[in-house]
């Protein structure tokens, strides 16, 4: 049979099939092969021995967490407490365009900044908008509803930006536990221990304890600049130019013109630097 599988919690790998659960194992082979079952993937499972038998082709894999086939991520964003990060919303950002995932940005605690601050948050993200990027608050619970159809989501962010609040908000049915944000840390507490997919509007939510692995190393150079989707727009004298430190770069002018967003191209130039 042929199905997915929505937790795993130690060996026990709960994979739904026309609305019925089971919890399986996988064959002991995938371990000898160094593969990893993960969330989200589609397997070819014995319903009578419980068994995985084979993990089908992923469109795309992330190890921490260790989930699979995602379609959309919903970037949630705090605007204070946690503090609101340019840098690591763009982190975030090339993360999932390195894995083909599309792309919601939204932000969360309009409430508990001062109204400038906000128009401020808001006019950088029109710049994002532009770039196709999608922006929504919490609030805007019926457009999030309608994203979320007929797709497989990803919710991530700092801890304590309110994903799981949002997800509770979403449909309570969740009853995800939710944290406190430590006021000595300005960070949320981790609550989300184990990764679960759930079903919901024709589509999937996944809550999981956070992307760690934020770095760049393992992603190529060339990779990270395809990423940022502004460059594109630009043809520099040379094929191959990093848009970083070469003389003749256009990218590098329409940063000094305020073309690109400033802060999008230094997270660039870090980026570029941590990939190999």
Same mark, same amino acid.
């Given at each position: 049979?042929?199905?997915?599988?929505?937790?795993?919690?130690?060996?026990?790998?709960?994979?739904?099939?026309?609305?019925?659960?089971?919890?399986?194992?996988?064959?002991?082979?995938f371990?000898?092969? $160094?593969? &990893?079952?993960?969330?989200?993937?589609?397997?070819?499972?014995?319903?009578?021995?419980?068994?995985?038998?084979?993990?089908?082709?992923?469109?795309?894999?992330f190890?921490?967490?260790?989930?699979?086939? &995602?379609?959309?991520?919903?970037?949630?964003?705090?605007?204070?407490?946690?503090?609101?990060?340019?840098?690591?919303?763009?982190?975030?950002?090339?993360?999932?365009?390195?894995?083909?995932?599309?792309?919601?940005?939204?932000?969360?605690?309009?409430?508990?900044?001062?109204?400038?601050?906000?128009?401020?948050?808001?006019?950088?993200?029109?710049?994002?908008?532009?770039?196709?990027?999608?922006?929504?608050?919490?609030?805007?619970?019926?457009?999030?509803?309608?994203?979320?159809?007929?797709?497989?989501n990803?919710?991530?962010?700092?801890?304590?930006?309110?994903?799981?609040?949002?997800?509770?908000?979403?449909?309570?049915?969740?009853?995800?536990?939710?944290?406190?944000?430590?006021?000595?840390l300005?960070?949320?507490?981790?609550?989300?221990?184990?990764?679960?997919?759930?079903?919901?509007?024709?589509?999937?939510?996944?809550?999981?304890?956070?992307?760690?692995?934020?770095?760049?190393?393992?992603? $190529?150079?060339?990779?990270?600049?395809?990423?940022?989707?502004e460059?594109?727009?630009?043809?520099?004298?040379?094929?191959?130019?990093?848009?970083?430190?070469?003389?003749?770069?256009?990218?590098?002018?329409?940063?000094?013109?305020?073309?690109?967003?400033?802060?999008?191209?230094?997270?660039?130039?870090?980026?570029?630097?941590?990939?190999?």
């Amino acid at each position: 049979m042929r199905g997915q599988i929505v937790k795993i919690s130690s060996n026990r790998h709960t994979v739904e099939c026309d609305g019925i659960k089971y919890n399986t194992v996988p064959r002991g082979k995938f371990r000898k092969d $160094k593969l &990893i079952p993960k969330v989200g993937d589609y397997v070819l499972f014995d319903e009578k021995r419980l068994v995985i038998d084979e993990i089908l082709e992923r469109k795309n894999t992330f190890d921490r967490p260790m989930v699979s086939n &995602i379609d959309q991520a919903f970037i949630v964003t705090s605007l204070v407490n946690p503090n609101f990060s340019l840098g690591l919303l763009d982190r975030l950002i090339t993360l999932m365009e390195l894995h083909n995932v599309s792309v919601v940005i939204c932000l969360t605690k309009i409430d508990l900044v001062l109204e400038n601050t906000y128009k401020e948050i808001r006019n950088l993200m029109k710049y994002y908008e532009k770039l196709g990027y999608k922006v929504v608050t919490n609030q805007d619970i019926d457009k999030i509803k309608e994203l979320i159809k007929n797709k497989t989501n990803v919710f991530v962010g700092q801890t304590g930006a309110g994903k799981s609040t949002l997800l509770n908000k979403l449909n309570p049915g969740f009853n995800l536990e939710v944290g406190e944000v430590s006021l000595a840390l300005g960070r949320g507490r981790h609550t989300t221990r184990n990764v679960t997919l759930f079903p919901f509007l024709d589509g999937k939510v996944m809550d999981t304890p956070g992307f760690s692995a934020l770095d760049f190393s393992s992603y $190529k150079k060339e990779d990270i600049k395809k990423s940022f989707r502004e460059f594109s727009l630009y043809s520099c004298p040379f094929k191959d130019c990093s848009h970083t430190k070469e003389e003749e770069c256009i990218v590098k002018k329409a940063v000094e013109d305020k073309e690109i967003l400033e802060s999008r191209y230094n997270s660039y130039l870090k980026f570029y630097e941590e990939g190999r």
